[in-house]
């Protein structure tokens, strides 16, 4: 456990000098606005503030939802804090709001849902940590400038009084706002020995929002990043998630590998530095798939501009090569090789999702398309016949549409000329695809004779057997395309021959 720094003047005393030479940032007129605007753009905001000042508290608009309203983005649920108790919130929200629910209210924090807004209100904060785990021996604050100092980051601790409709900002988070930076209240190190997992929201914020830690987080998240053990792999996996998802997840990934929290989170993607040998050239592996992770970003939101982003996606351009590192071979020659790194790949992919807890049907996904994603570069100038096609088709499944973005953003050579030449021949499959698919319906291919005709035709009872005469005339049907019926049942036939099925009817 890292010491505690609550008593550290240096760091206390350099945050002032540098909050000195750089004088508070002031609201400008927009943002001023926009705070002033909250209580007429969100009605539920100003009968609140009425409720609970008639019940003389103060409420205020707290956290990420100011951060929000300022840059323009306030959304449908939205965090308030306030001095009054979990039990008197409760009985203020109760006979208003249309739904009330307390299961955060160990916390402090209830919940509430007024025509389309989504509110949480939690009294004020004061809470103290073991240093062992991030659970909180929970304490209620009565100023709202204690419960600003425990939050995680400047920019999320502003707040604006409704009463007045003034922004409080105690810790220039209006500032680092403007700057794009982020920085702490409190010392980084009393921050992070607090709840470790705020070094993951860093690298998610910076991936979110695209901000860039001040140096002294960024000291602190490298000498702490071994204080992550004491978080649960499901919140690392939540904000991992988010962090991929974000606007920017390239910043946030390469922050946590400069900071060594990935160690903790994905070490295969640390693993991806490869040392280069100037004798064994070879693309460097972890900027590559930082490349792809882009790439398939900016296919995904072509495809599809306004909708969500694809975690599915993402994981995979992002864990696309993790198998080089442990699959790498200097040839002969100064040639390099990652013989089946797909294969190991896509087992290692499992491994580490599974340590994430990652719900069983993204694990098969993503480890499907990791699997997957080399198959294409045997079709070189359009060799494949038409039944490796339908297997390419038949394997991907409904994976498909994701397998094309992340083969096509898998094609990142400097040779603009092999690069064009890639992108041409992928087109010309996907054109082949869509050819066989239309005179065949690829995606319901199934065999030409189904589990009762195969029953009946060889008098056989259901069992394995069956299932393996279905597989065997699934593959044909991949082979050689749709069968007449009499040359489905001589194939089933023959079939039964070679492995010594007596055919009813039959010498």
């Given at each position: 456990?890292?010491?505690?720094?609550?008593?550290?003047?240096?760091?206390?005393?350099?945050?002032?000098?540098?909050?000195?030479?750089?004088?508070?940032?002031?609201?400008?007129?927009?943002?001023?606005?926009?705070?002033?605007?909250?209580?007429?753009?969100?009605?539920?905001?100003?009968?609140?503030?009425?409720?609970?000042?008639?019940?003389?508290?103060?409420?205020?608009?707290?956290?990420?939802?100011?951060?929000?309203?300022?840059?323009?983005?306030?959304?449908?649920?939205?965090?308030?804090?306030?001095?009054?108790?979990?039990?008197?919130?409760?009985?203020?929200?109760?006979?208003?709001?249309?739904?009330?629910?307390?299961?955060?209210?160990?916390?402090?924090?209830?919940?509430?849902?007024?025509?389309?807004?989504?509110?949480?209100?939690?009294?004020?904060?004061?809470?103290?940590?073991?240093?062992?785990?991030?659970?909180?021996?929970?304490?209620?604050?009565?100023?709202?400038?204690?419960?600003?100092?425990?939050?995680?980051?400047?920019?999320?601790?502003?707040?604006?009084?409704?009463?007045?409709?003034?922004?409080?900002?105690?810790?220039?988070?209006?500032?680092?706002?403007?700057?794009?930076?982020?920085?702490?209240?409190?010392?980084?190190?009393?921050?992070?020995?607090?709840?470790?997992?705020?070094?993951?929201?860093?690298?998610?914020?910076?991936?979110?929002?695209?901000?860039?830690?001040?140096?002294?987080?960024?000291?602190?998240?490298?000498?702490?990043?071994?204080?992550?053990?004491?978080?649960?792999?499901?919140?690392?996996?939540?904000?991992?998630?988010?962090?991929?998802?974000?606007?920017?997840?390239?910043?946030?990934?390469?922050?946590?590998?400069?900071?060594?929290?990935?160690?903790?989170?994905?070490?295969?993607?640390?693993?991806?530095?490869?040392?280069?040998?100037?004798?064994?050239?070879?693309?460097?592996?972890?900027?590559?798939?930082?490349?792809?992770?882009?790439?398939?970003?900016?296919?995904?939101?072509?495809?599809?501009?306004?909708?969500?982003?694809?975690?599915?996606?993402?994981?995979?351009?992002?864990?696309?090569?993790?198998?080089?590192?442990g699959t790498r071979r200097f040839e002969p020659g100064g040639g390099v090789s990652f013989?089946?790194?797909?294969?190991?790949?896509?087992?290692?992919?499992?491994?580490?999702?599974?340590?994430?807890?990652?719900?069983?049907?993204?694990?098969?996904?993503?480890?499907?398309?990791?699997?997957?994603?080399?198959?294409?570069?045997?079709?070189?100038?359009?060799?494949?016949?038409?039944?490796?096609?339908?297997?390419?088709?038949?394997?991907?499944?409904?994976?498909?549409?994701?397998?094309?973005?992340?083969?096509?953003?898998?094609?990142?050579?400097?040779?603009?000329?092999?690069?064009?030449?890639?992108?041409?021949?992928?087109?010309?499959?996907?054109?082949?695809?869509?050819?066989?698919?239309?005179?065949?319906?690829?995606?319901?291919?199934?065999?030409?004779?189904?589990?009762?005709?195969?029953?009946?035709?060889?008098?056989?009872?259901?069992?394995?057997?069956?299932?393996?005469?279905?597989?065997?005339?699934?593959?044909?049907?991949?082979?050689?395309?749709?069968?007449?019926?009499?040359?489905?049942?001589?194939?089933?036939?023959?079939?039964?021959?070679?492995?010594?099925?007596?055919?009813?009817?039959?010498?």
């Amino acid at each position: 456990m890292a010491p505690s720094t609550r008593d550290a003047p240096d760091e206390t005393d350099l945050r002032a000098r540098e909050r000195e030479a750089q004088p508070s940032a002031q609201p400008t007129e927009a943002q001023r606005s926009a705070v002033a605007e909250l209580v007429e753009a969100a009605p539920v905001v100003a009968e609140l503030a009425e409720r609970f000042a008639a019940a003389g508290h103060r409420l205020y608009l707290v956290g990420g939802s100011v951060r929000d309203a300022l840059l323009g983005r306030l959304g449908t649920d939205l965090d308030f804090t306030t001095a009054a108790r979990p039990e008197r919130v409760r009985e203020l929200l109760d006979g208003w709001a249309e739904t009330v629910w307390d299961t955060g209210i160990e916390f402090g924090t209830l919940g509430a849902y007024k025509r389309g807004t989504t509110v949480e209100i939690t009294t004020f904060r004061a809470d103290s940590y073991d240093g062992v785990t991030r659970n909180p021996e929970v304490a209620f604050g009565d100023t709202i400038e204690g419960d600003l100092l425990r939050r995680d980051f400047t920019v999320n601790a502003m707040a604006v009084e409704l009463g007045a409709r003034e922004l409080v900002d105690l810790h220039d988070g209006l500032a680092d706002l403007a700057g794009g930076r982020l920085d702490t209240p409190a010392t980084p190190q009393e921050s992070f020995a607090d709840d470790p997992l705020r070094m993951l929201r860093a690298a998610r914020f910076a991936a979110q929002l695209g901000f860039e830690p001040a140096e002294r987080v960024l000291a602190a998240m490298r000498e702490m990043a071994d204080e992550l053990a004491r978080i649960t792999p499901e919140r690392i996996q939540a904000e991992l998630s988010k962090l991929l998802c974000g606007r920017y997840p390239r910043k946030g990934v390469e922050l946590l590998v400069e900071t060594g929290l990935a160690e903790h989170v994905l070490p295969e993607v640390s693993a991806m530095r490869l040392e280069i040998d100037e004798h064994h050239q070879h693309k460097d592996v972890y900027e590559h798939s930082l490349v792809v992770l882009e790439q398939a970003i900016d296919l995904e939101r072509a495809a599809d501009p306004d909708g969500e982003p694809d975690l599915v996606l993402r994981l995979a351009a992002l864990l696309h090569d993790i198998g080089k590192p442990g699959t790498r071979r200097f040839e002969p020659g100064g040639g390099v090789s990652f013989h089946h790194h797909e294969v190991v790949g896509a087992k290692m992919a499992r491994k580490r999702l599974r340590a994430l807890r990652y719900s069983k049907e993204i694990v098969g996904q993503v480890c499907e398309l990791v699997y997957l994603h080399l198959r294409f570069h045997g079709y070189g100038d359009g060799q494949w016949t038409d039944s490796a096609v339908r297997r390419y088709v038949t394997d991907a499944g409904p994976l498909l549409p994701r397998l094309h973005k992340l083969v096509r953003a898998d094609c990142t050579t400097r040779n603009k000329r092999k690069a064009n030449a890639l992108q041409r021949s992928y087109d010309d499959l996907e054109e082949r695809i869509e050819r066989i698919a239309a005179e065949e319906d690829l995606a319901r291919v199934r065999p030409d004779l189904d589990g009762n005709e195969i029953m009946r035709l060889l008098g056989l009872p259901p069992g394995p057997l069956v299932g393996r005469a279905w597989k065997h005339l699934k593959d044909a049907r991949l082979d050689r395309g749709p069968m007449e019926h009499e040359d489905a049942v001589a194939e089933l036939h023959r079939w039964a021959a070679e492995q010594g099925v007596e055919v009813p009817g039959e010498a």
